[in-house]
T-cell receptor, first 115, second 112 residues
Framework: DSGVTQTPKHLITATGQRVTLRCSPR?????VYWYQQSLDQGLQFLIQ???????AKGNILERFSAQQFPDLHSELNLSSLELGDSALYFC??????????????FGPGTRLTVL | SQQGEEDPQALSIQEGENATMNCSYK?????LQWYRQNSGRGLVHLIL?????REKHSGRLRVTLDTSKKSSSLLITASRAADTASYFC????????????FGKGTRLSVIA
């Protein structure tokens, strides 16, 4: 158990809909990362938050947004869903400060299916 | 975008044999990490090697890094059926808390 929790585990929805994925990082970790894993694109970094502030942005679509709350949990919002958004979405967290080792701890993922 | 390319894409070996997976990357890095993923589940960190290190060991794992060739290898010795999983290399451009760039992974099957 990595200590990172993600809900829900599975999500089935229709095109055009909006969903919210939730992540709670390991206790004490200030950085949260969101990754998308699909068969054709592999594991892609979407966005990083550090202590409530956006730190880095990757291949995140404009239809997607995220935030990190004061209690450090994070939510990834996906809107106007398309079939191609079907994927595994992972949240990861890492230790605070630049002294962190860089090792990331991954949650079990949310499997999103868009029909 | 993908940074690393793992080689081979798939590997099938007998229990007790050694498994070697290779990873190549494109840009300069601070460190390179290897992760393991059991089918459809979360990734588990295996080992991290910094750009100024050439070799690192952890249990049955041995990782090498050649920054001049921008490549790394992961060796799993005396493999077990429980080692069956996908293995990914991931690079970090900076130290500390930075997003990782993953390769496409090697699917390892260890046959009992």
């Amino acid at each position: 158990d990595s200590g990172v929790t993600q809900t829900p585990k599975h999500l089935i929805t229709a095109t055009g809909q909006r969903v919210t994925l939730r992540c709670s990082p390991r206790s004490g970790d200030l950085s949260v990362y969101w990754y998308q894993q699909s068969l054709d694109q592999g594991l892609q970094f979407l966005i990083q938050y550090y202590n409530g502030e956006e730190r880095a942005k990757g291949n995140i679509l404009e239809r997607f947004s995220a935030q990190q709350f004061p209690d450090l949990h994070s939510e990834l919002n996906l809107s106007s869903l398309e079939l191609g958004d079907s994927a595994l979405y992972f949240c990861a967290s890492s230790g605070s400060g630049t002294g962190g080792t860089g090792e990331q701890f991954f949650g079990p993922g949310t499997r999103l299916t868009v029909l | 975008s993908q940074q690393g390319e793992e080689d081979p894409q798939a590997l099938s070996i007998q229990e007790g044999e050694n498994a070697t997976m290779n990873c190549s990357y494109k840009t300069s890095i601070n460190n390179l990490q290897w992760y393991r993923q059991n089918s459809g589940r979360g990734l588990v960190h295996l080992i991290l090697i910094r750009s100024n290190e050439r070799e690192k060991h952890s249990g049955r794992l041995r990782v090498t890094l050649d920054t001049s060739k921008k490549s790394s290898s992961l060796l799993i010795t005396a493999s077990r059926a429980a080692d069956t999983a996908s293995y990914f290399c991931a690079t970090a451009p900076y130290s500390g808390n930075t997003p990782l760039v993953f390769g496409k992974g090697t699917r390892l099957s260890v046959i009992a």
